[in-house]
């Protein structure tokens, strides 16, 4: 699927379903040189994982899990998450127009996720001291959705994971992003009920295409 953003060069979207963590990084740097060498159009691609922990190159020993569940270090901003069944994960690999303006470029993909999540009824929020999407009420604050980007010549990597319905029990063992005084909660859980990534899919790229057009070259 091919759409043509009013004010950037056309987008492509890949959907790829269920894919091994490794195999989409594996896939990620090869749209990555040809997104950089102008052999490809700028791409979205969606997906899930089987369950995972990745970390960022900020993350200490104390937020790894205490167990043996192995965890795989990769090249991003950000710390320590939790990818799994039930969680959407999108890797914009983008020529940015302006390629110093990363905090831009997070702003338009943390914007175009409360959009997401507005149209779904839940009241989501940027939490400026901390990267991603966030609910904050007299529940407590609470994670939604992840962000941890690398941009590497002029091109970015890595993204954003929101959390339709995966198990959140799996973010118990870890510190989450690095926050020991938070949660994370997902769509389902502020909804009430059960939510299939079929319905967020639809709007996911519909907000992300419309935010991607406004950062890239």
Not at 38 to 53: D, F, K, M, Q, S
Not at 100 to 128: H, M, P, Q, T, W
Not at 189 to 194: M, P, V
Request: aromatic letters at 6%.
């Amino acid at each position: 699927m091919t759409l043509a953003s009013k004010t950037s060069a056309t987008l492509a979207l890949k959907s790829l379903g269920l894919v091994p963590y490794l195999d989409a990084l594996a896939g990620q740097r090869k749209i990555h040189e040809e997104v950089a060498s102008g052999t490809r159009p700028n791409t979205l691609i969606l997906l899930e994982h089987p369950a995972v922990y990745t970390a960022g190159r900020r993350t200490t020993i104390e937020e790894r899990p205490s167990d043996e569940t192995p965890v795989i270090d990769v090249d991003r901003g950000g710390k320590i998450t939790y990818h799994g069944p039930g969680q959407l994960v999108g890797y914009p690999i983008i020529k940015l127009s302006n390629r110093n303006d990363v905090v831009g470029f997070v702003r338009e993909i943390e914007s175009a996720l409360i959009a997401i999540c507005k149209e779904f009824g839940i009241e989501a929020e940027r939490y400026c001291e901390r990267s991603g999407v966030w609910l904050r009420d007299e529940s407590g604050d609470r994670k939604i959705a992840a962000i941890g980007i690398r941009v590497a010549k002029g091109v970015t990597m890595h993204g954003f994971a929101l959390n339709v319905e995966p198990e959140l029990a799996a973010f118990e063992k870890i510190i989450p992003c690095g926050f020991s005084d938070s949660g994370v909660t997902s769509m389902a859980q502020e909804l009430g009920r059960s939510i299939k990534l079929s319905e967020v899919i639809p709007v996911v790229e519909r907000h992300l295409f419309d935010a991607l057009g406004r950062v890239a070259e």
